[in-house]
């Protein structure tokens, strides 16, 4: 409910809307990302930090940044899953480190609707 009535929306107006009222919140995972993501991760092309640019990630080959020191374990995940689809990335964000052992990166987003937006948002970024 903190969601809904920090956006600005009445009740009856979000029984209203149903589902869209849940739809991906852009601007919360803008904040989520800001807040944690990019402490290891750019969002500029060309621009690695800890970990590799997410500029145009969505969609992008896995482990594809030239430049960028990838684990041997992440090289190996390219092969297999290939994209950083929606599907994908949602599968690593919930636990980068227990779907996929021996990735560099630990940090997790568990909460699901939290994962949508941090998506929703790097969609965005292009
Ligand atoms: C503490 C540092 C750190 C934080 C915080 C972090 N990451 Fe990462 N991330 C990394 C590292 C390091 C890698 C490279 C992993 C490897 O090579 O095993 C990586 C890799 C990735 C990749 C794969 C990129 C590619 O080119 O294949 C994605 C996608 C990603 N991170 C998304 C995120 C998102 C979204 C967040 C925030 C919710 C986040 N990361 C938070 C360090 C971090």
């Known amino acids: 409910m903190k969601r809904l009535a920090a ?22 995972g803008k904040f989520i990302f ?8 750019s969002i500029d092309a060309g621009v690695n930090k800890v970990g590799p ?3 145009d990630v969505v969609d992008r080959p896995i482990a ?6 990838y684990s041997r374990k992440m090289r190996a995940v390219s092969k297999q899953w ?23 990166m630990f940090f997790a987003v ?4 939290d994962r949508a937006d941090v998506i929703a948002y790097l969609t965005s970024i292009k």
């Open 7 to 28: 956006s600005g929306c009445a009740f009856a107006i979000c029984l209203a809307f149903g589902a869209s009222a849940w739809a991906a919140d852009v601007a919360n």
């Open 34 to 41: 800001e807040k944690t993501c990019a402490n290891c991760h």
């Open 53 to 55: 640019t997410l500029f």
């Open 64 to 69: 594809s940044i030239h430049d960028y020191d």
């Open 82 to 104: 290939k994209v950083w689809d929606e599907k994908n990335l949602n599968t690593y964000l919930t636990n980068p480190r227990q779907v996929l052992h021996g990735v560099k």
């Open 110 to 113: 568990p909460d699901a609707k």
